[in-house]
């Protein structure tokens, strides 16, 4: 699902392997969390702040791997 906001670009969730994408609009980074619940996704995609939601609720909390 693409979204788009200052910091974001895109954010992609797998359920099934409870996995996170991040693509970040600064660089064109791409980062992938492990382990993340769909509740998280599904409060992440409703939150109005992606970028305030992703420092605060996903960043602290699960470690990211850079894909690009």
Request: aromatic share 16%.
């Amino acid at each position: 699902m693409k979204v788009i906001s200052q910091m974001i670009s895109s954010i992609v969730y797998d359920p099934d392997t409870e996995t996170l994408e991040v693509e970040f609009a600064s660089n064109n980074s791409l980062y992938q969390y492990s382990k993340v619940p769909k509740y998280l996704y599904d409060s992440f995609m409703n939150d109005k702040s992606k970028g305030r939601f992703f420092l605060d609720k996903v960043k602290p909390f699960y470690e990211g791997t850079k894909l690009r």
